[in-house]
Protein backbone atom coordinates (compact mmCIF):
# COMPACT_ATOMS: atom_id res chain seq x y z
CA UNK A 1 0.00 0.00 0.00
CA UNK A 2 1.48 3.41 -1.26
CA UNK A 3 1.67 6.52 1.02
CA UNK A 4 -1.27 8.35 -0.57
CA UNK A 5 -3.32 5.36 0.27
CA UNK A 6 -2.55 5.46 3.67
CA UNK A 7 -3.33 9.26 4.32
CA UNK A 8 -6.77 8.49 2.26
CA UNK A 9 -7.34 5.59 5.23
CA UNK A 10 -6.69 8.36 7.61
CA UNK A 11 -8.85 11.13 6.30
CA UNK A 12 -11.88 8.61 5.84
CA UNK A 13 -12.57 7.74 9.53
CA UNK A 14 -15.82 8.83 10.79
CA UNK A 15 -19.39 6.96 11.46
CA UNK A 16 -19.97 6.72 7.30
CA UNK A 17 -16.75 5.32 6.44
CA UNK A 18 -16.84 2.50 4.30
CA UNK A 19 -15.36 -0.90 5.63
CA UNK A 20 -13.94 -2.07 2.38
CA UNK A 21 -11.58 1.02 0.62
CA UNK A 22 -9.75 -1.42 -1.53
CA UNK A 23 -11.38 -5.00 -3.07
CA UNK A 24 -8.18 -5.83 -4.51
CA UNK A 25 -5.73 -6.93 -1.79
CA UNK A 26 -8.93 -9.39 -0.75
CA UNK A 27 -9.09 -11.00 -4.35
CA UNK A 28 -7.92 -14.25 -4.46
CA UNK A 29 -6.74 -14.04 -7.61
CA UNK A 30 -4.84 -11.01 -7.45
CA UNK A 31 -1.07 -11.73 -6.80
CA UNK A 32 1.19 -9.31 -4.44
CA UNK A 33 4.86 -8.84 -5.55
CA UNK A 34 6.31 -10.70 -2.45
CA UNK A 35 4.03 -13.38 -1.01
CA UNK A 36 4.07 -14.22 2.80
CA UNK A 37 5.94 -16.39 4.72
CA UNK A 38 7.44 -18.42 1.32
CA UNK A 39 10.87 -17.21 1.50
CA UNK A 40 12.01 -20.89 1.20
CA UNK A 41 10.27 -21.99 -1.75
CA UNK A 42 11.79 -19.01 -3.37
CA UNK A 43 15.10 -20.09 -1.75
CA UNK A 44 14.43 -23.58 -3.75
CA UNK A 45 13.31 -22.01 -6.87
CA UNK A 46 16.14 -20.27 -7.61
CA UNK A 47 18.58 -23.01 -6.79
CA UNK A 48 17.03 -24.75 -9.50
CA UNK A 49 17.06 -21.67 -11.72
CA UNK A 50 20.47 -20.85 -11.23
CA UNK A 51 22.63 -22.32 -13.99
CA UNK A 52 20.62 -19.14 -16.23
CA UNK A 53 22.99 -16.89 -14.19
CA UNK A 54 26.19 -19.18 -16.20
CA UNK A 55 24.53 -19.10 -19.25
CA UNK A 56 23.11 -22.29 -19.36
CA UNK A 57 19.39 -23.12 -19.01
CA UNK A 58 18.36 -25.55 -16.24
CA UNK A 59 16.61 -29.28 -17.00
CA UNK A 60 12.29 -29.20 -16.73
CA UNK A 61 11.20 -28.61 -13.37
CA UNK A 62 7.15 -29.85 -11.76
CA UNK A 63 6.31 -27.41 -9.32
CA UNK A 64 3.48 -28.74 -7.72
CA UNK A 65 1.23 -28.53 -4.67
CA UNK A 66 -2.62 -28.92 -2.58
CA UNK A 67 -4.82 -25.84 -3.79
CA UNK A 68 -4.82 -22.36 -2.49
CA UNK A 69 -0.51 -23.25 -1.48
CA UNK A 70 0.41 -20.44 -3.60
CA UNK A 71 1.98 -21.43 -6.17
CA UNK A 72 0.84 -19.08 -8.94
CA UNK A 73 1.95 -16.24 -6.76
CA UNK A 74 5.15 -17.54 -6.23
CA UNK A 75 5.98 -18.69 -9.56
CA UNK A 76 4.59 -15.00 -10.77
CA UNK A 77 6.42 -13.50 -8.51
CA UNK A 78 9.63 -14.17 -9.22
CA UNK A 79 9.38 -14.42 -13.21
CA UNK A 80 7.72 -11.21 -12.71
CA UNK A 81 11.44 -9.68 -11.19
CA UNK A 82 13.01 -11.93 -13.48
CA UNK A 83 11.38 -10.41 -16.79
CA UNK A 84 12.19 -7.00 -15.16
CA UNK A 85 16.04 -7.67 -15.09
CA UNK A 86 15.71 -8.99 -19.11
CA UNK A 87 13.35 -5.81 -20.14
CA UNK A 88 15.79 -4.61 -22.67
CA UNK A 89 17.22 -6.98 -25.57
CA UNK A 90 20.15 -8.94 -25.00
CA UNK A 91 20.27 -7.85 -20.80
CA UNK A 92 23.27 -9.14 -19.16
CA UNK A 93 23.92 -9.28 -15.38
CA UNK A 94 26.94 -8.84 -13.63
CA UNK A 95 27.78 -10.23 -9.93
CA UNK A 96 30.20 -9.89 -7.71
CA UNK A 97 30.69 -14.21 -7.45
CA UNK A 98 30.89 -14.53 -11.43
CA UNK A 99 33.32 -12.42 -12.96
CA UNK A 100 31.59 -13.19 -16.33
CA UNK A 101 29.22 -11.12 -18.03
CA UNK A 102 25.75 -13.56 -18.58
CA UNK A 103 23.15 -12.88 -21.36
CA UNK A 104 19.70 -13.98 -19.70
CA UNK A 105 17.16 -16.01 -21.16
CA UNK A 106 13.72 -14.70 -21.62
CA UNK A 107 11.24 -15.47 -18.54
CA UNK A 108 7.59 -16.48 -20.19
CA UNK A 109 4.72 -16.83 -17.99
CA UNK A 110 1.53 -18.34 -19.49
CA UNK A 111 -1.77 -19.29 -17.74
CA UNK A 112 -2.98 -22.43 -19.29
CA UNK A 113 -7.12 -21.43 -17.95
CA UNK A 114 -6.33 -18.85 -21.24
CA UNK A 115 -3.96 -20.31 -23.31
CA UNK A 116 -5.07 -23.94 -23.18
CA UNK A 117 -3.48 -25.27 -26.85
CA UNK A 118 -0.29 -25.64 -28.19
CA UNK A 119 -0.62 -22.58 -30.83
CA UNK A 120 -1.30 -20.08 -28.72
CA UNK A 121 2.02 -21.26 -26.11
CA UNK A 122 3.83 -20.61 -29.02
CA UNK A 123 2.31 -17.59 -29.83
CA UNK A 124 2.71 -15.89 -26.28
CA UNK A 125 6.21 -17.66 -26.13
CA UNK A 126 7.01 -15.84 -29.40
CA UNK A 127 5.39 -12.72 -28.33
CA UNK A 128 7.48 -12.48 -25.68
CA UNK A 129 11.15 -12.86 -27.71
CA UNK A 130 9.66 -10.77 -30.42
CA UNK A 131 9.98 -7.09 -31.17
CA UNK A 132 7.22 -6.52 -33.53
CA UNK A 133 3.57 -8.04 -33.02
CA UNK A 134 3.11 -11.79 -33.78
CA UNK A 135 -0.06 -12.65 -36.11
CA UNK A 136 -3.04 -14.96 -34.41
CA UNK A 137 -4.78 -15.30 -37.68
CA UNK A 138 -3.46 -16.37 -41.13
CA UNK A 139 -0.80 -18.63 -39.23
CA UNK A 140 -0.84 -22.09 -38.33
CA UNK A 141 0.71 -23.83 -35.57
CA UNK A 142 3.64 -25.61 -37.76
CA UNK A 143 4.63 -22.00 -38.62
CA UNK A 144 4.60 -20.29 -34.92
CA UNK A 145 6.80 -23.36 -34.10
CA UNK A 146 8.94 -22.33 -36.92
CA UNK A 147 8.98 -18.46 -36.22
CA UNK A 148 9.28 -19.80 -32.36
CA UNK A 149 12.72 -21.98 -33.25
CA UNK A 150 13.96 -19.23 -35.02
CA UNK A 151 13.84 -16.70 -33.10
CA UNK A 152 15.75 -18.49 -29.88
CA UNK A 153 18.25 -20.31 -31.64
CA UNK A 154 21.72 -18.83 -31.15
CA UNK A 155 20.42 -17.34 -27.73
CA UNK A 156 20.27 -17.30 -24.12
CA UNK A 157 16.92 -19.42 -24.50
CA UNK A 158 13.16 -18.95 -22.61
CA UNK A 159 12.43 -20.19 -19.41
CA UNK A 160 8.50 -20.96 -19.58
CA UNK A 161 6.67 -21.14 -16.82
CA UNK A 162 3.07 -23.00 -17.78
CA UNK A 163 0.37 -22.61 -14.78
CA UNK A 164 -2.48 -24.93 -13.74
CA UNK A 165 -1.50 -27.80 -16.24
CA UNK A 166 -3.47 -30.76 -15.14
CA UNK A 167 -6.82 -29.27 -14.56
CA UNK A 168 -9.87 -30.21 -16.32
CA UNK A 169 -9.99 -28.21 -19.56
CA UNK A 170 -6.43 -27.19 -19.29
CA UNK A 171 -3.62 -28.93 -20.78
CA UNK A 172 -1.82 -32.47 -19.45
CA UNK A 173 1.54 -32.30 -18.63
CA UNK A 174 3.27 -34.72 -21.12
CA UNK A 175 1.10 -32.30 -23.69
CA UNK A 176 3.17 -29.65 -22.83
CA UNK A 177 6.64 -31.40 -22.79
CA UNK A 178 5.97 -33.00 -26.21
CA UNK A 179 5.17 -29.79 -27.97
CA UNK A 180 8.56 -28.22 -26.81
CA UNK A 181 10.71 -31.27 -27.05
CA UNK A 182 11.76 -30.16 -30.42
CA UNK A 183 13.20 -27.08 -29.07
CA UNK A 184 16.11 -29.32 -27.05
CA UNK A 185 17.98 -27.08 -24.44
CA UNK A 186 16.50 -23.70 -26.25
CA UNK A 187 13.73 -23.85 -23.55
CA UNK A 188 13.67 -24.87 -20.17
CA UNK A 189 9.91 -25.74 -18.85
CA UNK A 190 8.24 -24.54 -15.27
CA UNK A 191 5.56 -26.67 -15.01
CA UNK A 192 3.01 -25.16 -11.72
CA UNK A 193 -0.18 -28.02 -10.93
CA UNK A 194 -1.37 -29.81 -8.07
CA UNK A 195 -0.27 -32.84 -6.29
CA UNK A 196 0.78 -35.50 -9.14
CA UNK A 197 -1.25 -38.54 -9.32
CA UNK A 198 -0.80 -42.28 -10.85
CA UNK A 199 -1.01 -40.63 -14.91
CA UNK A 200 2.07 -38.05 -13.81
CA UNK A 201 4.52 -40.92 -12.73
CA UNK A 202 6.36 -40.66 -16.20
CA UNK A 203 7.79 -37.30 -15.39
CA UNK A 204 11.43 -38.11 -13.97
CA UNK A 205 12.80 -34.60 -13.99
CA UNK A 206 13.17 -32.08 -10.98
CA UNK A 207 10.00 -31.18 -8.93
CA UNK A 208 9.48 -28.75 -5.74
CA UNK A 209 6.65 -29.25 -3.44
CA UNK A 210 4.54 -26.44 -2.01
CA UNK A 211 3.46 -27.36 0.71
CA UNK A 212 0.21 -26.15 2.45
CA UNK A 213 0.05 -22.79 4.13
CA UNK A 214 0.40 -23.04 8.14
CA UNK A 215 -2.05 -21.62 10.14
CA UNK A 216 -0.09 -18.56 11.58
CA UNK A 217 1.28 -17.87 8.21
CA UNK A 218 -2.65 -17.85 6.68
CA UNK A 219 -3.26 -15.60 9.49
CA UNK A 220 -0.60 -13.38 8.79
CA UNK A 221 -1.63 -13.33 4.78
CA UNK A 222 -5.36 -12.45 6.13
CA UNK A 223 -4.38 -9.28 8.57
CA UNK A 224 -1.87 -8.21 5.82
CA UNK A 225 -4.27 -8.39 2.95
CA UNK A 226 -7.53 -7.20 5.43
CA UNK A 227 -4.66 -3.80 6.68
CA UNK A 228 -4.26 -3.20 2.95
CA UNK A 229 -7.95 -3.64 1.94
CA UNK A 230 -10.34 -2.24 5.05
CA UNK A 231 -10.60 0.49 7.03
CA UNK A 232 -8.57 0.61 10.47
CA UNK A 233 -9.22 -2.07 12.75
CA UNK A 234 -11.93 -3.43 10.56
CA UNK A 235 -11.13 -7.30 11.05
CA UNK A 236 -10.24 -8.38 14.09
CA UNK A 237 -6.60 -11.13 15.07
CA UNK A 238 -9.49 -13.23 16.41
CA UNK A 239 -11.70 -13.51 12.87
CA UNK A 240 -8.69 -13.87 10.82
CA UNK A 241 -7.81 -16.87 12.97
CA UNK A 242 -10.99 -18.32 12.54
CA UNK A 243 -11.05 -18.43 9.07
CA UNK A 244 -7.56 -19.72 8.75
CA UNK A 245 -9.01 -22.60 11.01
CA UNK A 246 -11.93 -23.03 8.22
CA UNK A 247 -9.51 -22.96 5.19
CA UNK A 248 -7.23 -25.76 6.27
CA UNK A 249 -3.74 -24.27 4.59
CA UNK A 250 -5.99 -22.75 1.78
CA UNK A 251 -5.06 -19.64 1.12
CA UNK A 252 -7.79 -18.71 -1.61
CA UNK A 253 -10.51 -20.19 0.19
CA UNK A 254 -9.32 -18.04 3.28
CA UNK A 255 -9.02 -14.92 0.95
CA UNK A 256 -12.55 -15.57 -0.57
CA UNK A 257 -14.29 -16.06 2.76
CA UNK A 258 -12.66 -12.80 4.08
CA UNK A 259 -13.62 -10.76 1.13
CA UNK A 260 -17.35 -12.15 1.02
CA UNK A 261 -17.40 -11.27 5.08
CA UNK A 262 -16.25 -7.37 4.65
CA UNK A 263 -18.17 -7.18 1.27
CA UNK A 264 -21.52 -8.06 3.89
CA UNK A 265 -20.43 -5.84 6.26
CA UNK A 266 -20.13 -2.95 3.59
CA UNK A 267 -23.05 -3.15 2.57
CA UNK A 268 -25.07 -3.35 6.11
CA UNK A 269 -23.31 0.48 6.74
CA UNK A 270 -21.82 -0.87 10.12
CA UNK A 271 -17.94 0.27 11.07
CA UNK A 272 -16.31 -3.20 11.96
CA UNK A 273 -16.58 -6.70 10.43
CA UNK A 274 -18.82 -8.45 12.68
CA UNK A 275 -18.68 -12.42 13.49
CA UNK A 276 -22.06 -13.10 11.43
CA UNK A 277 -20.03 -11.38 8.60
CA UNK A 278 -17.19 -13.71 8.96
CA UNK A 279 -19.75 -17.07 8.62
CA UNK A 280 -20.99 -15.76 5.77
CA UNK A 281 -17.99 -15.12 3.76
CA UNK A 282 -17.35 -18.79 4.99
CA UNK A 283 -20.83 -20.83 3.79
CA UNK A 284 -20.52 -18.93 0.81
CA UNK A 285 -17.31 -20.69 -0.33
CA UNK A 286 -18.57 -24.41 -1.23
CA UNK A 287 -16.74 -27.16 -0.28
CA UNK A 288 -14.89 -28.45 -2.36
CA UNK A 289 -14.84 -25.01 -4.12
CA UNK A 290 -13.59 -24.33 -8.05
CA UNK A 291 -10.68 -21.93 -7.54
CA UNK A 292 -12.10 -18.26 -8.75
CA UNK A 293 -9.40 -18.14 -11.55
CA UNK A 294 -10.87 -20.94 -13.43
CA UNK A 295 -14.45 -19.34 -13.22
CA UNK A 296 -13.27 -15.62 -14.23
CA UNK A 297 -11.14 -17.28 -17.50
CA UNK A 298 -14.84 -18.35 -18.41
CA UNK A 299 -16.41 -16.22 -21.41
CA UNK A 300 -18.47 -13.49 -21.09
CA UNK A 301 -21.85 -15.23 -21.55
CA UNK A 302 -20.79 -17.61 -19.30
CA UNK A 303 -19.94 -15.70 -16.43
CA UNK A 304 -23.29 -13.01 -17.22
CA UNK A 305 -25.29 -16.93 -16.94
CA UNK A 306 -23.41 -17.54 -13.42
CA UNK A 307 -24.35 -14.01 -12.38
CA UNK A 308 -28.12 -14.40 -13.27
CA UNK A 309 -28.17 -17.69 -11.47
CA UNK A 310 -26.73 -16.36 -7.64
CA UNK A 311 -29.90 -13.45 -8.35
CA UNK A 312 -32.76 -16.14 -8.64
CA UNK A 313 -35.51 -16.94 -5.69
CA UNK A 314 -35.60 -20.32 -4.48
CA UNK A 315 -38.88 -20.95 -6.39
CA UNK A 316 -36.61 -20.30 -9.89
CA UNK A 317 -33.97 -22.78 -9.17
CA UNK A 318 -35.85 -25.84 -7.92
CA UNK A 319 -34.50 -27.55 -11.56
CA UNK A 320 -32.62 -26.71 -14.34
CA UNK A 321 -35.69 -26.18 -16.69
CA UNK A 322 -36.86 -23.58 -14.07
CA UNK A 323 -33.21 -21.92 -13.97
CA UNK A 324 -33.16 -21.78 -17.95
CA UNK A 325 -36.46 -20.14 -18.18
CA UNK A 326 -36.10 -17.58 -15.54
CA UNK A 327 -32.56 -16.81 -17.03
CA UNK A 328 -33.78 -16.64 -20.32
CA UNK A 329 -36.33 -14.55 -19.98
CA UNK A 330 -34.22 -11.31 -18.42
CA UNK A 331 -34.59 -8.82 -20.50
CA UNK A 332 -31.09 -8.03 -22.22
CA UNK A 333 -29.66 -11.50 -21.59
CA UNK A 334 -29.94 -11.93 -25.39
CA UNK A 335 -29.75 -15.91 -24.92
CA UNK A 336 -32.79 -18.43 -25.64
CA UNK A 337 -33.40 -20.55 -23.74
CA UNK A 338 -31.66 -24.07 -25.41
CA UNK A 339 -28.44 -21.75 -24.91
CA UNK A 340 -28.89 -21.04 -21.29
CA UNK A 341 -29.45 -24.92 -21.01
CA UNK A 342 -26.54 -25.57 -22.68
CA UNK A 343 -24.46 -23.34 -20.83
CA UNK A 344 -25.97 -24.87 -17.96
CA UNK A 345 -24.69 -28.39 -18.42
CA UNK A 346 -21.53 -27.02 -20.13
CA UNK A 347 -20.18 -26.14 -16.53
CA UNK A 348 -21.40 -28.59 -14.58
CA UNK A 349 -19.34 -30.67 -16.70
CA UNK A 350 -16.41 -28.25 -15.74
CA UNK A 351 -17.67 -28.78 -11.73
CA UNK A 352 -18.52 -24.88 -12.02
CA UNK A 353 -22.14 -25.56 -10.96
CA UNK A 354 -23.57 -29.00 -9.64
CA UNK A 355 -27.00 -30.40 -10.39
CA UNK A 356 -28.39 -31.87 -7.23
CA UNK A 357 -31.12 -33.62 -7.16
CA UNK A 358 -34.44 -32.10 -5.66
CA UNK A 359 -36.26 -34.01 -3.02
CA UNK A 360 -40.12 -35.32 -4.27
CA UNK A 361 -42.70 -36.13 -2.09
CA UNK A 362 -44.86 -37.14 -4.78
CA UNK A 363 -44.68 -38.11 -8.80
CA UNK A 364 -43.22 -40.68 -10.55
CA UNK A 365 -39.90 -40.75 -12.93
CA UNK A 366 -36.21 -38.93 -11.61
CA UNK A 367 -36.69 -36.10 -9.63
CA UNK A 368 -35.60 -32.69 -11.22
CA UNK A 369 -32.26 -31.39 -10.46
CA UNK A 370 -31.60 -27.92 -9.16
CA UNK A 371 -28.26 -25.81 -10.35
CA UNK A 372 -25.70 -24.99 -7.19
CA UNK A 373 -22.90 -22.91 -7.56
CA UNK A 374 -19.31 -24.44 -6.40
CA UNK A 375 -17.37 -21.76 -6.68
CA UNK A 376 -17.12 -18.50 -4.18
CA UNK A 377 -20.47 -17.08 -4.59
CA UNK A 378 -20.07 -13.23 -2.66
CA UNK A 379 -16.98 -12.84 -4.64
CA UNK A 380 -17.76 -13.32 -8.02
CA UNK A 381 -20.86 -11.36 -7.68
CA UNK A 382 -19.15 -8.20 -6.31
CA UNK A 383 -15.86 -8.77 -8.59
CA UNK A 384 -18.81 -9.10 -11.55
CA UNK A 385 -20.68 -5.75 -10.97
CA UNK A 386 -17.45 -4.09 -10.17
CA UNK A 387 -16.00 -5.38 -13.83
CA UNK A 388 -19.46 -4.52 -15.46
CA UNK A 389 -19.80 -0.96 -13.87
CA UNK A 390 -16.27 -0.01 -15.13
CA UNK A 391 -17.34 -0.70 -18.71
Not at 181 to 202: N, T
Request: proline share 7%.
Amino acid sequence: MDLAQRIRRRRRRGADRPIVLDYEPLNPVAHVQEPVGRGPIFERLLDHLDPVFDGTLPPNVYVWGPPGSGKSAIVTALFDRLKSMTVQPHAVIHTSTRAQTTELPTFVYVDTRTANSEFQLYHRALQAVSKGDVPRQGVSTAELRSRLNEAISGGPGVVLAVDHVGESESLLIEDVTGWFEPFGRSVSLVLVGRPPDSDSEKWTDAEIEIPGYGQQVLIDILMTRGSDALARDALQHSQARQIASWAGGDAHDALAALFGGADQADAAGVEHVRDKDIQAGIDAVPTPCVPLGVVLSLRDNRQRVLRELLDLGSEDRGSVTATTEAIAAIDDIDLSPGTVKRFLYELAERGVVERVSSSRTKGHGRPPSRVEPRFPTLVFRRLYDLQTSQR
